[in-house]
């Protein structure tokens, strides 16, 4: 099984909808949380880190439920810029690894 | 500040040929990471190090694949007798001190690697 997955889409969303993605991950000992976004052809960068009480910048949103060891990004008002390819990452101080789910592609259509 | 850095930034080379790719990390970092991602794929972890400690090898692929890193900052990469299938991006990751409450990865551009 893998550490992190993520449903890889691709979601095509019309410009201003709002567009939800999900991510579990199986080691329940993990302790931080991040959405990277990486552009096409370029390295990831961190989008935001996902609090344990939810955490909301502008327009994205991110959960996180220990308890199903699950965690989301919400994007309203979604723009053109938003297209990208949205990775779900979860640190683990066991081995000090991050492990990356292999991405979730967004793009949004004029 | 300058963020991190990779060189070079493509190399094509032909199967059979050693390769060394380098990493410069973000000044003051400790933790450094190699992954590398094929096209349309997900990130593979490759190797970590964290400042002085023995680096977390387990990550590689085979035993062509070597990293080290001289005095805790620059790191190198060395792919021996490349295969076509060694052909990604190599992705170089730095991040602050370890156990620092949230630890942000900071990527390099990338080495696009193309073996012939």
């Known amino acids: 099984r893998k550490e992190v997955e993520q449903d890889p889409g691709p979601f095509n969303v019309p410009e201003g909808a709002t567009v939800a993605f999900n991510c579990t991950y199986s080691?329940?000992?993990?302790?931080?949380f991040f959405w990277y976004r990486q552009d096409c052809r370029k390295e990831p960068k961190l989008l935001m880190s996902?609090?344990?009480s939810g955490n909301e910048d502008g327009r994205f949103t991110a959960q996180l439920n220990r308890a199903s060891q699950y965690i989301s990004l919400l994007i309203r008002d979604s723009k053109l810029s938003d297209s990208a390819t949205y990775l779900c990452v979860v640190y683990s101080n066991t081995g000090n690894q991050f492990y990356f789910g292999t991405g979730t592609s967004l793009t949004v259509i004029p | 500040g300058a963020g991190v850095s990779q060189s070079p930034s493509n190399k094509v080379t032909e199967k059979g040929k050693d390769v060394e790719l380098r990493c410069d990390p973000i000044?003051?970092?400790?933790?450094l990471y190699w992954y590398r991602q094929s096209l349309g794929q997900g990130l593979e972890f490759l190797i970590y190090f964290q400042g002085n400690s023995a680096p977390d090898k387990s990550g590689l692929p085979s035993d062509r694949f070597s990293a080290e890193r001289t005095g805790g900052s620059v790191s190198t990469l060395t792919i021996q007798r490349t295969q076509q299938e060694d052909s990604a991006v190599y992705l170089c990751?730095?991040?602050?001190?370890?156990?620092?409450?949230?630890?942000?990865?900071?990527f390099g551009p990338g080495t696009r690697l193309t073996v012939l």
């Open positions: 000044s003051g970092h400790t933790a």
């Open positions: 990751a730095s991040s602050p001190e370890a156990g620092a409450g949230f630890r942000e990865q900071f």
């Open positions: 080691n329940s000992a993990s302790q931080s």
């Open positions: 996902v609090y344990s």
